[in-house]
């Protein structure tokens, strides 16, 4: 059983910053991506940032430049730090982790719960 958990969501104003947290546990052999995504209401979801074991880099136009993600293979944790948060960054982020049981195994992926963001203007 995987469990992918997020935390460190919130309420923060305007230009503020805030951290999120997400760790993958349970059986798991390797990770290939860690990611964040987010939806508001009304739309779909989309690409926030995500890293790949190697430690690429991808992030979504609308974040780039003041939303930094860093990982720990180590501990299969992922880390998405927020600066300059606009009210349009209010959203439920979700954590993703693109993993494998065992050596040889498939890549699935696993989601977290959501946790909320939201900047008030």
């Known amino acids: 059983q995987v469990r992918v958990v997020e935390s460190g969501g919130g309420v923060v104003q305007a230009g503020g910053s805030l951290r999120l947290s997400c760790a993958a546990s349970g059986s798991i052999f390797s990770i290939h991506v860690m990611g964040w995504y987010r939806q508001a209401p009304g739309k779909q979801r989309e690409l926030v940032a995500s890293i790949i074991s190697g430690g690429s880099t991808t992030y979504g136009d609308s974040v780039k430049g003041r939303f930094s993600i860093s990982r720990d293979n180590a501990k299969n944790t992922v880390t998405l730090q927020m600066n300059s948060l606009k009210p349009e960054d209010t959203a439920v982020y979700y954590c993703?982790?693109?993993?494998?049981?065992?050596?040889?195994?498939?890549?699935?992926?696993?989601w977290g719960q959501g946790t909320q963001v939201t900047v008030s203007s």
């Open positions: 993703n982790a693109v993993l494998a049981y065992y050596s040889g195994g498939a890549y699935r992926n696993y």
